[in-house]
Structure formats: C-alpha cells, structure tokens
C-alpha cells in the first residue's frame, strides 16, 4: 500500500487510459533538474505502469533498461505499455512515456521474476571510513556569493544530498579519481507498509551519475551538463534506511560520450548495519556544452 501525500507516490500514480495498455499521469515541475524532469523519476513512471499491467506481487522487478529517445516535460503524459510476455517466474514488459501529443519519449523494458533458488554473494564493496551524512556538506547549504548558480528544484524540494567522498561542485579541488560517494535521502521518504523504501525510488536515486565526471575534470570555464543517452538497472535487494549510500565511478569518456556506473548501498537506519547492496546501474552520457 502507498501513502497519499507522498510527492513520489503521487507523481508515479498511473491511471487507466481509453485503451489496453495504456495510462496517464502527470509529472510535477518539482522534480525538473535544468531544464526537464529527471529521467529516473520518468523511468520510476513507466515501471508504475507495467506493475499495474503484470498485477503479480509473486514477481518483483528485476531489471530494466531506459533508452532516453526524445525529451519529457514536466505535465500531462501518457504511458503506453506492451506485455511482451508472461510467465510462471518472469514476465517482460516495454513501456513509453511521452508528453500528450508527442511522438516519441523514455522507452523502458523491465523483467519481473519471482524468487529462486541460488548461490548468494557480494563481490562488490562500498568505500571504508566515510563519514555519516550529518557530518557532511549538503547540496543545499549557501555556496560562495560570487558562484552564479540557479537552484534546481530536484535538489532544493526532492531528494538531499550530501557528499562523503570527493567535492561539491562549486568548490576548487585538483582533479584525481573519478569517483564519489553521496548519502541521498528524498525529504518526504517513500516508504511501503512493509517498512521498505519503494524499490521504484532506488531508481530516482541511481540516476544521477555524472557527478564522478565532475570529480575527474574539477571546475570548468565552460559550463557542461551530460544527459542520459541510457540506463540500465539491476535491483538487488530491500531499502529500509531512508539515507542510502551511492558510490559512483565514471569508467571511460571519449568521443563526446562517457561510461558511468553506480552501486546504492543500504547501512541501516543508524548506519551501523552490515552495508548491503540495493541496486547497481550502468549509464552511457554525451556531453553538452554551453557557450
């Protein structure tokens, strides 16, 4: 059951449209990042729908893949889903959001399965020694009156982030590794009754990569952005914390493009559980400067 009230909630509500597979929403200009929505909360809606469609709580999602086609605005949408398969213990489904009138928008496919039998490990680890997120530099506190800057709704009203490893973008640093941790939390958590943050979320978090780009090439004369050309993500296991750790590495750039990964980590309520791996995502950005 989902809270009403609750900005993610009610920004990835879906409602049945005047055909088979397909539905409206709206996407509020609160989770606009300079100039459009952020495409996780965009992804978050189009796997809203394909859940209502599937309707078997036996099968979670599992992965997913977004191809970022045409941009999407803030407003009215509509989400057109296409059950491509379903199966005992997984099931397929693509769907595309657009703005209403729009050709074309965020195509995403997503794989539902239920539980199985297997091996379990975790070969992958977070950084040691960071600090909690009440120890670390906000994105929202004041920055240096003489920075132009202009607030981005995403980070001032949705989702806080504070850096544990590396910089905040307004600061002088020398440039070294292409890497940085984050503690992230939205401000109006969406938890489930079961206590778990809405794995729907974990996708709002996890795209947001180019900031390992950032750390590696330091402050620059001309300003740049790096929009999703994709994103694919593997959703691992339950959230309970509302602060979640996200170690990110940009791996490659070349050619106007760079490869970026993200792993999402969950240190319990009092940061002193066993860290355990939530999510991990790959993404492929171009770059886009601005004169």
């Given at each position: 059951m989902r809270q009403v009230g609750i900005p993610f909630f009610d920004t990835t509500a879906v409602r049945p449209g005047h055909s088979e597979g397909r539905y409206e929403g709206a996407i509020e200009e609160s989770w606009n990042l300079r100039p459009l929505p952020q495409g996780g909360i965009v992804t978050a809606l189009a796997l809203r729908a394909m859940g209502e469609t599937l309707d078997d709580?036996?099968?979670?999602?599992?992965?997913?893949?977004?191809?970022?086609?045409?941009?999407?605005?803030?407003?009215?949408?509509?989400?057109?889903?296409?059950?491509?398969?379903?199966?005992?213990?997984?099931?397929?489904?693509?769907?595309?959001?657009?703005?209403v009138g729009a050709k074309r928008g965020h195509l995403t496919t997503g794989v539902f399965g239920s539980t199985r039998v297997g091996f379990a490990f975790t070969e992958l680890a977070p950084p040691e020694n960071l600090p909690r997120p009440d120890d670390c530099q906000s994105f929202r506190d004041p920055i240096p009156s003489d920075v132009p800057f202009e607030p981005m709704p995403f980070w001032e009203r949705r989702v806080e982030g504070r850096r544990a490893l590396g910089h905040r973008w307004d600061e002088d640093w020398v440039p070294d590794r292409a890497e940085?941790?984050?503690?992230?939390?939205?401000?109006?958590?969406?938890?489930?009754?079961?206590?778990?943050?809405?794995?729907?979320?974990?996708?709002?978090?996890?795209?947001?990569?180019?900031?390992?780009i950032g750390?590696?090439?330091?402050?620059?004369?001309?300003?740049?952005?790096?929009?999703?050309?994709?994103?694919?993500?593997?959703?691992?296991?339950?959230?309970?914390?509302?602060?979640?750790?996200a170690h990110n590495r940009a791996r490659y750039a070349g050619d106007g493009y760079a490869s970026i990964d993200m792993a999402l980590w969950d240190f319990g309520a009092r940061f002193d559980d066993t860290p355990r791996l939530v999510a991990y995502a790959t993404?492929?950005?171009?770059?886009?400067?601005?004169d």
């Open positions: 709580p036996t099968q979670r999602l599992r992965t997913l893949h977004t191809t970022f086609i045409a941009q999407v605005a803030a407003g009215d949408v509509t989400v057109e889903v296409d059950l491509l398969r379903r199966g005992r213990t997984m099931s397929h489904l693509r769907a595309e959001v657009a703005n940085t941790a984050t503690w992230y939390r939205f401000d109006d958590p969406p938890f489930l009754a079961d206590g778990t943050i809405d794995p729907l979320a974990l996708v709002v978090l996890i795209d947001t990569m180019p900031g390992a750390e590696k090439v330091g402050r620059q004369d001309r300003p740049w952005f790096s929009p999703s050309v994709d994103l694919t993500v593997h959703l691992l296991d339950d959230c309970r914390s509302p602060w979640v750790l993404q492929l950005c171009l770059f886009t400067f601005l």
